[in-house]
């Protein structure tokens, strides 16, 4: 004899009742929208009143809707318990509703049945009747239909028992589990699934997924963003079910985690980030000691393939975004060209080599705070290749000629532009005393061109419209405007390998309010 | 048999219905110009000949702040309450 599971319900009046007592029981399963259900309410009744003074009765509902609607249906003389968290039913292993439990006093499985069959609900009426020495229930058995088959317990819906399981396991997994059958190769199915990049995944098995959430210290089920375009709930764990796939380590998460949290602000605006037909990604630069901890390349090939930090951290944001956000090419995500940033844009900025603030401090964090900050990018890497230049003003100067290629060579005022200084072009800089704000200056003065030469012409018709300008005087003509609107358009750090005098520079989108402005986030401590 | 976790959002998509369609163009048509570059001059041309072509309709003219964002609430709202028909101008 199996002793049932005990539990702890509440009655209609929030009174807390728990089996098991100290007399035989009666617990009956059931949920409002099933018609065997219904059929049973009367015959639970009549089992109530002949035998509830001497068995402990109990009847639970599965939805808190329906049990209001049970009782004005049937108006029973006992109180239907409240079973809408489902873990009585879950416990109870019931596949079906009704399922009726006979136990004794000690809580032992006495006799089980389900859905409802005549002749066993009458026999277990007579078998009471004659243990308890008293008289059967007044019913008249033949008025009810000799077998009902019952309905599907709610605790075996798909859509609930993944979570019921978790949570009768203590696992802080939620999230929905795929089986895929033997015969199938898991990373074709991934490919068909749409999940992927178009590069294979790694699959994220439940051990992955939970090795990969030692990354943090956040709680599976809390909501990181609410991620654009489908406004999907980017939770800790679905995030990490994305870093999984990616190739990412669990250190990795808390900057994964962040990048998430900077990208789905109204700021960054990734739904347009993601949808413009320019195509524009998100590029990722992380500051702070975390570079060193979690082995990301800040110096040899950067920018390029070979470090597993740098590459499956852009990797993991992007595929959280095309998964949970649901941004896809072809459905919103709509980029003429694409661009190989959108597998995956992140990198660290060398601040040892740096002789200047680093990109976290220059924009309000403290020196040893591990940050990451997402621009949004239309293109690059794009070289400046200088292996001449020996003062700081030249290559500063050429810099600046370098940038002039931002959106068009005669759109001024466009954009915003993420320069990546390499370090022998920083030993340059500096031997001349030049700080950033001298680059920043250097950059603009180089750049400026008289409005005259930016109209629109025979050759382009970009930058200044004909019209604008034919109401404006010579004098207006020639004020010169330089390249970017604000020097804060010009956002510099430091990175690459120590030979070679080659700088990069990623050209931005549409910049502020009217497009994206870049954001920095505080990566967590673990 | 190996189990993969769902790296989606598991939502369904709202199914949202496509109002009736008449046949028949009357009454107020909203233009809205998302605010990309020549998206005006596609909207000119097209109000021009839908005032010549319908009798009677009122075209009414509206644009999103920028085109790199959805349309605010207030303008959807606005837009829908008076308005019967509506042309978005994508310009790409």
Redesign the interface.
């Known amino acids: 004899m199996s002793q049932l599971p005990a539990f702890l319900l509440s009655d209609e009046n929030g009174e807390s009742i728990s089996f098991p007592g100290d007399k035989a029981a009666l617990i009956c399963l059931l949920k409002e929208d099933c018609p065997t259900c219904n059929e049973v309410m009367p015959v639970l009744e009549s089992f109530y009143r002949a035998f509830g003074d001497r068995v402990d009765f109990y009847v639970a509902g599965q939805t808190l809707e329906g049990n209001t609607r049970l009782r004005e249906r049937h108006n029973p003389s006992f109180s239907i318990l409240d079973d809408t968290s489902l873990k009585v039913s879950f416990a109870y292993d019931i596949d079906t509703v009704p399922s009726l439990f006979l136990s004794d006093d000690q809580g032992n499985l006495a006799k089980q049945l389900t859905g409802f069959v005549r002749r066993e609900w009458q026999q277990l009426a007579r078998d009471l009747s004659d243990s308890l020495d008293t008289e059967a229930p007044e019913l008249d058995w033949e008025a009810l239909p000799e077998w009902r088959v019952g309905c599907g317990s709610l605790s075996v819906d798909p859509l609930i028992a993944d979570r019921l399981r978790a949570e009768a396991e203590n696992s802080p997994l939620r999230a929905r589990k795929i089986e895929i059958a033997p015969a199938d190769d898991e990373f074709e199915f991934m490919f068909d699934q749409g999940f992927s990049d178009g590069l294979p995944l790694v699959p994220p098995t439940p051990v992955r997924v939970l090795r990969m959430l030692t990354g943090t210290k956040r709680d599976p089920q809390e909501v990181v963003a609410v991620m654009p375009p489908n406004m999907g709930d980017a939770t800790v764990e679905k995030i990490a079910i994305n870093a999984v796939m990616a190739g990412a380590k669990p250190e990795y998460l808390g900057v994964i985690l962040a990048a998430v949290e900077a990208v789905c602000t109204d700021e960054y605006n990734i739904h347009g980030v993601m949808a413009t037909t320019m195509g524009a990604s998100p590029v990722m630069v992380v500051n702070g000691p975390i570079r060193e901890r979690i082995g990301m390349n800040m110096k040899l090939g950067v920018l390029g393939q070979g470090s597993r930090a740098n590459a499956t951290i852009g990797r993991a944001l992007r595929l959280a975004i095309r998964n949970i956000g649901g941004a896809k090419p072809g459905g919103t995500e709509r980029s003429t060209l694409g661009n190989p940033m959108k597998f995956t844009m992140c990198f660290p900025e060398w601040e040892e080599r740096n002789p200047w603030d680093p990109l976290h401090v220059e924009r309000g964090f403290g020196a040893d705070d591990c940050v990451v900050t997402v621009f949004a990018m239309t293109s690059g890497p794009t070289l400046i290749v200088d292996q001449s230049s020996r003062t700081a003003s030249q290559l500063a100067g050429s810099l600046g000629l370098g940038l002039e290629s931002a959106f068009h060579p005669k759109a001024h005022y466009a954009t915003e532009v993420l320069l990546v200084v390499c370090p022998e072009h920083v030993d340059t800089l500096i031997r001349d005393g030049y700080t950033k704000a001298d680059i920043r200056a250097r950059i603009q003065e180089v750049t400026k061109r008289p409005i005259s030469e930016l109209v629109e012409n025979e050759v382009s018709a970009v930058g200044f419209p004909k019209s604008a300008a034919a109401s404006m005087t010579e004098e207006a003509l020639q004020k010169e405007l330089p390249k970017f609107k604000s020097d804060a358009d010009i956002h510099i750090v430091v990175a690459g390998a120590d030979a070679g005098k080659f700088s990069g520079a990623f050209h931005g989108w549409a910049t502020g309010e009217i497009g994206s402005i870049s954001v920095s986030r505080k990566i967590e401590e673990v | 048999?190996?189990?993969?976790?769902?790296?989606?959002?598991?939502?369904e998509?709202v199914a949202r219905q496509i109002t009736p369609r008449s046949g028949v163009i009357t009454g107020r048509v909203a233009l809205l110009d998302i605010s990309k570059p020549r998206g005006n001059v596609l909207l000119d041309r097209l109000e021009t000949l839908l005032s010549e072509r319908l009798e009677g309709i009122t075209v009414n003219r509206y644009s999103k702040p920028?085109f790199?964002?959805?349309a605010p609430d207030a303008l959807r709202r606005e837009i829908q309450e008076n308005n019967d028909f509506i042309i978005e101008g994508l310009a790409?």
């Open positions: 048999m190996t189990t993969i976790l769902d790296p989606t959002n598991e939502a998509p920028t790199t964002k959805p790409d």
